[in-house]
């Protein structure tokens, strides 16, 4: 079997299987089941006999460039593929336990509301985890997180209907968001570096780095650094572990395969994966050991006074992924990787199981009478200390507060300054703003040389103050909306007074945004007409207006610059004529980018999700 | 009212009003809205709505829809609608536009957090607050225990705030506060609204807002000794902590600056179940379910009316089953495969009201009806059975170092346990079984040497004792006479893996226990020779050849284990091991009826391998229906078999043996509708709302569930502990109010239900109905305002079938009462 095929054949099935389930009727339950574990069966097969042979010849890396999306001069967006050691354990590891669990919930969901949907998103899922672990450089990677992010989202609010899920869905989304800045700025970076989009292959060739990183250690740390805000997002170490528990809302088979293994260690995937880009730089190793242990410490003490199996479960995997961060660290490999597989393995089962605890544990006190005393203990240090940071640990040590504290909450001062301004206004502002923007761009050879040096930086900047203004908007969705637009089309202005570039990096940029937004503005209007929708509460309009709500979820997608539109290549193509210099500009363009999606998460989250606001059937206490 | 008044009527409507469901292993069937049976049914479920928001009736268009399949049918429509039945009113039934929004009253006060100062206080204080009570309840999931010295909830929370290295507060004020020894919850709630008019309704708004906990608090307040490890906590407590968080969460969102409700002149309530609007849609909802409910109720009296009759004759065997509705078919199954076989059904503790402790356990368990206050105990002793603990359990396993070894080693052997439990399920470590309650070989300790336990329990029965509880239960049942030469005790348990609520699975009227060591100690009793001799004087005569022979009924795999048969004299030796054989027949062609309900196992199998893929979902991880339990649970028929015999009820009666002829005061019917009604009736409508309203009333979809401290689940980790039955359990279940047939003459019925006011209350508010059929006139009476009136039955006749599992396969739905006719021998 050629490396090709394989990879073909591999990454074919999910996406194949994915969009054949979309066709399929909610009640088909045996097809949607059989789709998704023969999916997962046949990557397994797959796997394993691809792994036999590469093995058998000499266990060598491979690496090749699958296509290329957009390409001018200087600039080239391509799907690059490679496979090794570390692909290929990853894919045994997810195709195993895709099968297997796939097989779980056939059963197990059966009869349960969202089975199709179940089956979707684990499609979906699988898709964007082999995307990632097939992947050859930043840009298909990328494409890979950004699916892992909203196929997480969409099964943590599985269940829609009530709120808790989907505050908490929508609190992992932003998480991961914030770790999509490391990856973005990251491949911004290393573009700069290399002078074109580079390839792992490339990038952990040692001779070729130290070429590139001898000018710019700086550079290479900060990139390091990058990586492992990314990679601490997704893997839940310190400060973001607080999230890990709260994702544990969908049905237990989703959370045990995804929160317990598939999807909790594709941090540790990018510090294996980007390993040999960052082992030069000692300061970053000495980091990563320490931030290792530090999380294994914490979340190893916290998981200790969980009442909770699933929080207990979440937390005790939180502090072995801190391990194999300091193994990673260490650069061994191997145990890591064997790590990663018993841990997965392990948690998964952990998981499943987790309801036999009652039986168990209540049959095992019956019969041991010393376990009663449990609750009062001799008195000794080891006790006070336990007493003394109880309270910390069940406070998870603040972890969710300092998020909080320090990220959101600063935005939505930002946010409310802004109040003053009603709809129309802002529009209008906006509107005369991107008038002069325009009229400047037009006449920029009257422009004395300072002020269009200042020119990016400002719109870029207006352009962040609009994405908080989005974010942050408690009343009318379609002003989030619009704004959100806006924000793009400021970020694209503030660009082109940068450097002069083809105008079609702008209408790839902007085109799907345009689009999205006309569409998701058509929708708002429509569904205003009979409904009340606001973003000051959950509405749970999906109850009544499921296609509707999916429709929106796709332009959500697009205005968020997901990987469905060419605004997708746009927003790469845009960063690449941000300059190494101009690190101002990269941070509030990528941080607008970030807080637009989560923006417009907001926006479908609180009009389509939550409990109902109708209260003519069902409805569930906002608490459960 | 003041404000001591005001928070003594909160804690009085907490204690009705609240979930009383007690933690997991427990678990006891009981009529979710119990608060509201002193109101008749449709008032009750009215107020509930109206106060908690909770659907307490399907949706119209369920009716309408069943209307329109036919199965609410015309006739009984008109008939519910009377006089108005030509009215515009059967129109607007059928076809007006009504908005069924509710808007409850209960939690409209609390809400102004929200709508007045754009707060949203509980999203705040809720997560902290359930991890804490939690975590302080916490039966054994967390490794470190929370941090208590002999004292009470508050006690602990101010241990840890003082010596803790962080404070449970943002603020300063809510600190102080805490550690103020002389502080009330008055001066909490002062703080809070500003005015003591605002009380009631501020902390009733709070508690209901997370029932789930609040209930657990007030189950544990009550009935301490539900926990094994014991946890002092009140529901004021719990209000105490929740009002300092709600001033703390305030104070950090406003700067300490913020205005109470009052500031807001805002309007309050009271909280009383009489005061109800006059809303029309209930009275449309209540005329719908009356007819829903009659179109069946009157398929089964046309059962009952045109069924041929049924002659008793000479047995070979007995069997008196549990009255639990899941025994109904396989008595069906067994009757028909073998006509000389005679079944009684009784309340499955078999009036042996005891605790019960097994070899090597430091805890006992009730095995009679939870109300029941036993004095006596049964103690097993066998030869000590290891136990081993499942490693994956174990506290090891979360720890850094083992964790880190486990993870290199176990981890991989975990992948492949995996891939057996999902490829190759078979009973393990982790599964519940029926039949662990007790040691199959074990022996117990029925007869009484007069030893006391040193807290006043009588370690087994004196002979009197013994003769009681043979004589009463052969009497409420009819059976003094005519004994065969076995008699088979058939108790009922059940098997299931990965189910929390499994406790909710076994026999009701054992506290949810298997009813294994109940049957032992009666047929223990029955066939002692001394209380035999005292029931000889008692006129109950039961031959010397005759023997009790106790069974396990495992209601999941459809299973049964038989115990002491060493004792079977020889002259019954060959006549058990034929009836074991057909008994096996029988409990094959009853797992295959009830595979027609699990839509995952094909139909065109054979009977045994059906009975095999039936047996496997008690040990399959990825089941979360090893068996449907109740469901479709709608009727109870006290009356002797002949009554009832050879009509197809598809699993929904409970069926209970009495004479009427023997009994003609009503004395054992009075004993028997006692337990009817709180356990049959418990039962039926903890379905009934858990069906109606599954995420208010139920515990919604168990997929997600997390276990919380072994107590309770809920949703994630931030939820509110759910109560009642999970959607699995109730999704087939009809919403139908349990009705009762009584084949006795009404007279002395009306009389037997009025002598217990408790009793009578769940007839005369209509929670159950009640029918009676006069042997004599052969007349339906049913129970209606106060007295019983003439029913007369609208079906003109009766489906006749010969091979019933044949007419099933491949059907799902629910299928019309008919009547067997191969049977009648």
């Known amino acids: 079997m050629s490396t090709i095929s394989f990879i073909h054949a591999y990454l074919g099935l999910p996406l194949l299987a994915f969009f054949a389930s979309l066709l399929l009727k909610k009640r088909q339950e045996s097809a949607l089941s059989i789709l998704s574990y023969s999916t997962a069966g046949l990557q397994l097969v797959l796997v394993l006999i691809y792994g036999y042979f590469w093995l058998r010849d000499g266990s060598n890396p491979t690496q090749f460039k699958e296509l290329s999306v957009y390409s001018s001069d200087n600039y080239e967006f391509f799907i690059d593929f490679l496979v090794d050691k570390l692909t290929l354990v990853f894919a045994f590891l997810g195709a195993s336990l895709s099968f297997l669990i796939t097989i779980y919930s056939r059963y197990y969901l059966h009869r349960e509301e969202g089975y199709k949907r179940f089956f979707n998103t684990i499609l979906f899922f699988n898709l964007g985890y082999t995307l990632i672990i097939f992947s050859g450089n930043m840009e298909t990677l990328f494409i890979g997180w950004e699916i892992l992010g909203v196929s997480s989202f969409l099964l943590i609010a599985f269940y829609r209907e009530r709120m808790l899920p989907v505050k908490n869905a929508l609190k992992v989304f932003s998480v991961y968001r914030i770790g999509d800045i490391g990856i973005i700025l990251a491949m911004w970076l290393l573009h700069h570096l290399w002078h074109a ?39 839940a170490q310190l400060p973001f572990s607080s999230w890990l528990p709260r994702a544990m809302e969908g049905p237990t088979p989703s959370s045990a395969i995804f929160y317990g293994s598939m999807s909790v260690h594709i941090g540790a995937f990018l510090m294996l994966r980007t390993m040999h880009f960052w082992d030069q730089q ?203 637009m806006f924000n793009h089309i400021s970020i694209s202005l503030a660009l082109s007074f940068n450097e002069h570039f083809d105008n079609t990096h702008h209408v790839w940029y902007l085109s799907g945004i345009v689009l999205s937004w006309a569409i998701g503005y058509f929708l708002l209007t429509r569904m205003r007409r009979t409904e009340w929708i606001s973003l000051d509460n959950f509405y749970g309009h999906i109850y009544e207006y499921p296609k509707t709500g999916f429709v929106f979820l796709l332009v959500c997608l697009g205005l968020s610059g997901f990987p469905i539109t060419p605004s997708f290549v746009g927003e790469d193509l845009i960063f690449s004529h941000i300059h190494l210099s101009q690190v101002g500009l990269a941070f509030f363009t990528a941080f607008s980018l970030v807080i637009n999606g989560l923006a417009t998460m907001r926006i479908y989250t609180r009009v389509f999700l939550g409990p109902h606001i109708k209260t003519y059937h069902q409805i569930a206490k906002r608490s459960s | 009212m003041n404000e001591k008044q005001a928070i003594a009527h909160v804690l009085h409507v907490l204690e009705h009003y609240l979930p009383s469901q007690a933690p997991l292993k427990d678990f006891i069937h009981h009529n979710t809205l119990h608060a509201f ?35 609410i049918s015309e006739s009984i429509l008109d008939r519910v609608l009377g006089q108005e039945a030509q009215s515009g009113l059967k129109n607007d ?46 039966q054994g999931i967390s490794i470190w225990k929370f941090p208590i010295d002999g004292g009470d909830f508050l006690s602990a929370i101010r241990v840890l705030e003082q010596e803790g290295f962080s404070s449970l507060f943002n603020g300063k004020r809510a600190r102080q506060l805490l550690l103020n020894p002389t502080l009330t919850l008055q001066d909490l709630l002062q703080i809070l609204t500003g005015n003591q008019i605002y009380t009631e309704a501020y902390l009733l708004d709070q508690q209901f807002a997370h029932p789930g906990y609040s209930g657990m608090v007030l189950q544990v307040e009550k009935n301490p000794q539900a926990l094994i490890q014991p946890r002092p906590i009140s529901i004021e407590q719990l209000m105490f902590l929740e009002c300092l968080l709600e ?35 209930f009275g449309f909802k209540a005329i719908w379910q009356e007819a829903y409910e009659w179109t069946f109720y009157d398929q089964v009296l046309a059962g009952l009316q045109y069924k041929a009759p049924f002659c008793d004759g000479q047995y070979q065997a007995q069997g008196i089953f549990c009255i639990d509705d899941r025994e109904c078919s396989l008595r069906r199954h067994i009757e028909s495969l073998h006509p000389s076989f005679a079944t009684f059904g009784t309340p499955g503790h078999f009036n042996i009201e005891a605790y019960f402790q097994p070899e090597g356990a430091s805890q006992r368990t009730k095995i009679c009806p939870a109300p029941v206050k036993p004095t006596h105990l049964i103690l097993e002793k066998s030869i000590g059975t290891k136990r081993n603990a499942e490693l994956h359990f174990s506290a090891q396993t979360y720890g850094l170092v083992f964790g880190w070894i486990l993870t290199h080693t176990y981890g991989f052997w975990s992948a492949l346990k995996l891939a057996l439990a999902i490829f190759k399920p078979a009973m393990n470590k982790m599964a519940v079984a029926s039949t662990h309650h007790m040691h199959k070989a074990s022996h ?87 209380v035999r001799q005292q029931l000889r004087i008692l006129g109950i005569d039961i031959a010397a050849h005759t023997q009790f022979v106790p069974v396990l009924h495992d209601t999941c795999r459809d299973e049964f284990s038989f115990y002491d ?41 054979s009977k045994a391998a059906l009975h095999q893929q039936v047996k496997l979902r008690s040990v399959s991880l990825f089941e979360p229906r090893p068996e449907l339990n109740h469901a479709n649970n709608a009727l109870c028929i006290v009356g002797r078999r002949s009554f009832s015999r050879d009509l197809f009820l598809d699993r929904r009666a409970f069926l209970n043996s009495y004479d009427f002829s023997q009994d003609p005061e009503g004395l054992s019917l009075e004993g028997i509708l006692n337990a009817v009604a709180p356990v049959c009736g418990g039962i039926n409508l903890e379905y009934y709302f858990s069906r109606v309203d599954n995420q208010q009333l139920g515990a919604g979809t168990k997929l997600p569930h997390n276990v919380m401290g072994l107590l309770g689940v809920a949703n994630g980790i931030d939820g509110d502990l759910r109560t009642g039955l999970p959607s699995q359990m109730i999704e087939v279940h009809d919403p139908y109010r349990l009705l009762v047939v009584v084949e006795q003459v009404p007279q002395v019925v009306s009389a037997a239900i009025q002598r217990n006011p408790s009793t009578f209350e769940w007839f005369n508010h209509e929670w159950i109905r009640l029918v009676a059929f006069d042997p004599a006139e052969k007349a339906f009476y049913v129970w209606q305002n106060d007295g019983f009136l003439p029913y007369e039955v609208q079906q003109s006749g009766l489906p006749k079938v010969n091979d019933i599992l044949s007419s099933l396969a491949g059907y799902s739905a629910n299928f019309p009462v008919i009547e067997l006719q191969n049977q009648a021998s």
């Open chain 1, 197 to 235: 989009n580079v390839t792992f292959m490339e990038m952990n060739a040692n001779v070729n780095m130290n070429h590139h990183l001898s000018n710019a250690t700086g550079i290479g740390l900060l990139i390091a650094f990058l990586f492992y805000i990314s990679a601490a997002a997704k893997s």
């Open chain 1, 282 to 484: 000692e300061v970053f190793k000495y980091f990563l050991i320490a931030a290792g242990l530090l999380t294994a410490l914490i979340a190893s003490a916290i998981s200790r006074v969980q009442s909770s199996i699933k929080s207990q479960i979440a937390y005790a995997s939180i502090a072995q992924i801190g391990l194999i961060f300091v193994e990673i660290a260490f650069g061994w490999e191997n145990l890591a990787l064997t790590h990663i597989l018993g841990n997965a393995f392990l948690r998964t089962y952990q998981l499943l199981i987790s309801p036999s605890i009652v039986s168990h544990k209540i049959r095992e006190q019956q019969y041991q009478p010393e376990e009663l005393q449990g609750a009062k203990t001799k008195s000794t240090f080891w006790s006070r200390f336990q007493m003394r940071i109880y309270l910390l640990n069940l406070k998870e040590w603040n972890l969710d507060l300092l998020l909080y504290r320090t990220i959101w909450n600063p935005l939505k001062r930002i946010g409310r300054g802004w109040k003053i301004l009603n709809f129309q206004y802002v529009f209008w502002v906006m509107a005369i703003v991107l008038i002069i923007g325009v009229v400047l761009r037009l006449n920029e050879a009257q422009l004395s040389a300072q002020l269009l040096h200042q020119l990016p930086f400002f719109f870029a900047f207006w352009g962040f103050l609009i994405a908080v203004k989005a974010f942050t908007e408690r009343d009318s969705v379609r002003k989030s909306l619009t704004l959100i």
């Open chain 2, 37 to 71: 049976q002193d109101l008749p049914f449709h008032q009750g479920l009215k107020a509930a709505q109206e106060l908690f928001g909770y659907q307490t009736y399907a949706p119209l268009s369920f009716y309408r829809e069943r209307y329109r399949e036919g199965q």
């Open chain 2, 93 to 138: 039934l059928i076809n007006r536009t009504f908005d069924e929004t509710t808007i409850p009253i209960v939690g409209s006060l609390r809400s102004n957090w929200k709508v007045q100062l754009g707060f949203d206080l509980d999203t705040r204080v809720h997560p902290i607050l359930f991890r804490l009570v939690s975590s302080y309840l916490d």
């Open chain 2, 247 to 281: 001033i703390d969460a305030l104070d950090r969102h406003f700067n300490q600056r913020w205005n109470t409700l009052h500031d807001f002149e805002l309007a309050t309530y009271t909280f009383d179940k009489h005061q109800l609007t006059s809303n029309q849609i």
């Open chain 2, 444 to 530: 117990l300790s029925v007869w009484s040497e007069g030893q006391m336990t040193p807290d006043g329990l009588q370690i087994g029965f004196t002979i009197d004792e013994m003769t009681k509880v043979v004589s009463s239960l052969l009497k409420s049942i009819g059976l003094t006479s005519d004994f065969a030469p076995l008699v088979y005790m058939i108790a009922h348990g059940s098997s299931s893996s990965n189910n929390t609520h499994y406790a909710g699975y076994d026999c009701g009227a054992c506290s949810g226990r298997p009813g294994s060591v109940n049957a032992r100690a009666f047929a223990y009793m029955a066939n002692h020779p001394t």
């Open chain 2, 565 to 605: 048969l060493d004792q079977v004299p020889v002259s019954s030796i060959d006549q058990v091991a034929s009836d074991r054989s057909f008994f096996k027949k029988a409990l094959e062609a009853n797992a295959v009826e009830r595979s027609r309900r699990f839509i995952t196992i094909g139909a065109q199998k």
